[in-house]
T-cell receptor, first 111, second 111 residues
Framework: TQLLEQSPQFLSIQEGENLTVYCNSS?????LQWYRQEPGEGPVLLVT?????EVKKLKRLTFQFGDARKDSSLHITAAQPGDTGLYLC???????????FGGGTRLMVKP | GAGVSQSPSNKVTEKGKDVELRCDPI?????LYWYRQSLGQGLEFLIY????????KSGLPSDRFSAERTGGSVSTLTIQRTQQEDSAVYLC?????????FGPGTRLLVL
């Protein structure tokens, strides 16, 4: 069974601070996706990384896939209240069809 | 364009009753997934449909849970003889390639 562990589970920070969320596994994934979910809504895809060592930037968000494709990180620079939400990582199988989700990191950014 | 829609948005039922949850995927998406999410937690995979292939039911927690996908489009998740532990948000997602697009979910409360 493939498992993804996210840390921290909860994070409360002030506006303007930086933060990093981690997603770790003992299994190798063909791809790694990050989603953000707001209350009352379904998760929304932020990024997909597929190559070991890959780094993708989306405005103030930086995503990294580990060299061995077992772990990933999400770094947010100068967090804003609008970044508040549940961040989920998900590892993809070789066929690219099935995703294994981590337990999520609940982020609160206070103004 | 239209995203994934789910109905009802909220469902309150009594223990022992049957419930049906509906998912309308994005037109043209061949894959459809059902997940369950407990309050503020990650996503638990339930069942996966891909085209005309037999569904992957490996995530269904008990034989009280079943799902159908008619005509390769709309899907219904049925929970028979509901129990209080079935209370959760049930999310549906559809996919054409790797990214999954989620509906807003159905919040089920079993009293």
């Amino acid at each position: 069974t493939q498992l993804l562990e996210q840390s921290p589970q909860f994070l409360s920070i002030q506006e303007g601070e930086n933060l990093t969320v981690y997603c770790n596994s003992s299994s190798v994934f063909s791809s790694l996706q990050w989603y953000r979910q707001e209350p009352g809504e379904g998760p929304v895809l932020l990024v997909t990384v597929v190559t070991g060592g890959e780094v993708k930037k989306l405005k103030r968000l930086t995503f990294q896939f580990g060299d061995a494709r077992k772990d990933s990180s999400l770094h947010i620079t100068a967090a804003q209240p609008g970044d508040t939400g549940l961040y989920l990582c998900a590892g993809g199988d070789n066929a690219g069809n099935m995703l294994t989700f981590g337990g999520g990191t609940r982020l609160m950014v206070k103004p | 364009g239209a995203g994934v829609s789910q109905s009802p948005s909220n469902k309150v039922t009594e223990k022992g009753k049957d419930v049906e949850l509906r998912c309308d995927p994005i037109s043209g998406h061949t894959a459809l997934y059902w997940y369950r999410q407990s309050l503020g937690q990650g996503l638990e995979f339930l069942i996966y449909f891909q085209g005309n292939s037999a569904p992957d039911k490996s995530g269904l927690p008990s034989d009280r849970f079943s799902a159908e996908r008619t005509g390769g489009s709309v899907s219904t998740l049925t929970i028979q003889r509901t129990q209080q532990e079935d209370s959760a948000v049930y999310l549906c997602a559809s996919s054409l390639l790797r990214a999954q697009y989620f509906g807003p979910g159905t919040r089920l409360l079993v009293l």
